[in-house]
């Protein structure tokens, strides 16, 4: 961490100095943030399924999952599963327990966007397919989820938008990411303005890329309306 004499660099000297530590911390929020996304989707879908299941207990432990998550903030839950867990014997590097927190977090919010994405296809989508002799799965699989997605887009945008920010919360773990080089460096300088707004600068990029290739999609998925 190259603190030393970055003061009398002044501002710009010092972002020069600091920016390949910044690549490195944003890119380790991604991998952190795209690893999330794609377990919080597997995860999402599960529950989403089990809240529409005809089997009570089902719907039970999936509107409790939801309910439990949702409604807890994840600073919290990233305390239980990084702190809380060693006092079961259960010890986690900072990398693994950021992904487990982040996928458990985002899993709930995305299982409601795909749950409200199911619902809003006309049961009679459904009913029809069943009437071919498709199975409940083999009509999710091929008729409605193809339809129900493209409406999942632009919130599940959003909520990958709203992790990949969330996933400044990790720094607190010691986790080797954008926040936590911040954090270090301004400390170190007593300059925060200078690196916590250079910090928002990366994540104020990331986030555009994030919705620019959102928007994109959702214009593609149109096209083959």
Avoid: H
Avoid at 11 to 26: H, L
Avoid at 69 to 95: E, K, M, N
Avoid at 130 to 148: F, H, K, N, T
Avoid at 200 to 205: D, G, K
Wanted: aromatic residues 12%.
């Amino acid at each position: 961490m190259p603190r030393a004499g970055l003061v009398e660099l002044g501002f710009w000297g010092a972002i020069q100095r600091v920016t390949p530590i910044y690549v490195q911390g944003a890119l380790t929020t991604l991998q952190v943030t795209a690893v999330a996304v794609v377990l919080g989707l597997v995860v999402g879908l599960i529950v989403a399924l089990m809240k529409l299941s005809r089997v009570e207990i089902l719907r039970r432990v999936g509107s409790f999952y939801t309910w439990i998550i949702r409604g807890t903030p994840l600073l919290v839950q990233i305390y239980i599963i990084y702190f809380g867990l060693v006092q079961y014997g259960v010890v986690l590097d900072p990398f693994p327990a950021a992904v487990i927190a982040l996928t458990v977090n985002s899993g709930a919010y995305l299982a409601e966007i795909i749950r409200a994405g199911i619902e809003s296809i006309p049961k009679g989508q459904m009913e029809a397919a069943r009437s071919l002799g498709m199975s409940y799965g083999q009509a999710m699989r091929r008729v409605i989820l193809p339809q129900a997605y493209r409406r999942m887009i632009p919130p599940m945008v959003n909520e990958f938008v709203t992790l990949l920010k969330d996933s400044s919360l990790v720094s607190i773990i010691s986790m080797e990411e954008l926040m936590l080089y911040s954090r270090q460096l301004a400390n170190a300088t007593a300059r925060g303005m200078w690196f916590f707004g250079y910090a928002a600068f990366y994540y104020l990029v990331m986030t555009t890329l994030f919705t620019t290739l959102g928007s994109w999609l959702e214009r593609k998925l149109k096209d083959y309306e």
